[in-house]
């Protein structure tokens, strides 16, 4: 794993809830905020990406991008807060969030976190690094891709396909240089990858599964990145 953590079954079981749709309007908004071209925000042309490919409607992302780009009388003050901490069995986690409640949401993370232990900033983060992650399938040999793409690094992916990794300046144009060469990119974002993920038996892993879906299921939870085998 090392990167970024996805629920099992999450997408059908958020989408009943609707929780998947509200996390990917929140990413347009926050990314709308800085342009709502998507031909010069990097940000937003991904987050509207992700929307349609979860089958987001268009009128939904347009209202997204207008709230977030300030063309709406309705505030939309999203704001990106980053926990760090340990879950269970000393399993190393970093939670990203986008709140308009700080108050809000930091009690809320406390208390999830009760099953682990909550860090101060930079208590964690030291032990993993900042990367561009594409997500990708294609009939191409993956390390060929990978070179002429300008990816750093690649590995295979959960669903069979192939997870390049980038700096995080250079994720849009890896992204469109893999699309150039007729790959189909699933996923491209930010993520945070361990360094030194750490190994745990199938007890203890399923005992960290229910602590990142608890955290999961919290309306404010945007990503979860775990240093975990």
């Not at 009943?16 to 709308?32: N, P």
């Not at 990106?80 to 809000?104: A, M, Q, S, W």
């Not at 990794?165 to 699309?179: C, F, G, I, M, S």
């Amino acid at each position: 794993m090392g990167a970024q953590w996805k629920q099992k079954g999450r997408e059908e079981a958020a989408n009943a809830k609707g929780k998947i749709m509200s996390k990917l309007a929140k990413e347009i908004i926050v990314a709308a905020k800085t342009g709502a071209d998507t031909s010069t925000n990097a940000r937003l042309r991904m987050a509207v990406e992700a929307a349609k490919k979860a089958s987001m409607t268009k009128e939904t992302i347009e209202r997204a991008i207008k709230k977030g780009s300030g063309q709406l009388d309705e505030a939309a003050n999203y704001e990106t807060v980053t926990y760090e901490g340990f879950g269970p069995h000393k399993v190393p986690v970093i939670v990203e969030c986008l709140t308009d409640n700080k108050n809000r949401t930091g009690p809320n993370i406390r208390t999830l976190f009760r099953k682990g232990q909550l860090a101060n900033s930079g208590a964690i983060s030291w032990d993993f690094v900042r990367l561009g992650a594409i997500e990708a399938t294609g009939a191409e040999d993956a390390e060929v891709a990978a070179i002429e793409a300008g990816a750093q690094d690649f590995e295979a992916a959960d669903d069979a396909g192939t997870r390049f990794y980038t700096e995080p300046t250079d994720l849009d144009a890896v992204q469109k240089a893999l699309a150039a060469r007729k790959w189909n990119v699933t996923s491209a974002q930010l993520v945070w990858k361990a360094k030194n993920p750490v190994e745990v038996d199938a007890t203890a892993r399923a005992e960290v599964e229910a602590f990142l879906g608890d955290l999961d299921d919290d309306d404010d939870v945007q990503n979860i990145f775990v240093g975990l085998k």
